[in-house]
């Protein structure tokens, strides 16, 4: 069958929420043990930052630094478990459509937007994800780079050391979705960087569907 949002949209389960956070904006929800979120491709080449958090413990949260290290690989995709900085499996990815994900961590920042484009003032994903966990008592300084999961972004490792963004493979309708093993705070934000090839240097809209 072909790929499309309305295909992707259809869970194997019960839908508890489903929503299409526009082009820039970000949404936070919390997630309970065994629920699974899965982010879909729109109109396709959009990245989605991702924040996981502890729901009980808020300095435990997701490491892309442990994650890569205890499964040995830097491409992190279908049938891989996230941990946290703790060593403990927290979100583990059931299926992945693209299989291409970008787990060095961090996002773009008023800071990164000031150094890299000399204007700190587009819109980005550090203020993103800190509004959309504000609501659960999050704040900005445990919104940290290390916590942040980066679905879709197409980063290259060349063999000559070169490492760099590109434009991302994912087309519309397709998706990836993480189940979670513990309870957690999930801080979601739709990259509104448009100056690199990031999303195609166009920000769209994403969908995302919770379900148990
Ligand atoms: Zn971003």
Redo the contacts with the bound molecule.
Sequence with gaps: MAKSVEAASRVDGKVIQEYVIPAKEYYGLRMARGQTLRIIEIEGQQ?M?NVFINADNHTEQLSVIWSKSINGTWKLTKGHMLYSTQCKPMVEIVEDTVGMNYGGGS??TQWSNHFRYGDPYPR??HDNLTNALAQFGVDREQVTESSEFCNFMNVGYDPDGTCEIRVPISEPGDYIDFKAHMDLLVGM?C???EKNP?NNFKAKPLKFVLFE
């Design positions: 990245v930052d996002y773009c980005n994903c934000s990259c509104p960087q990031c």
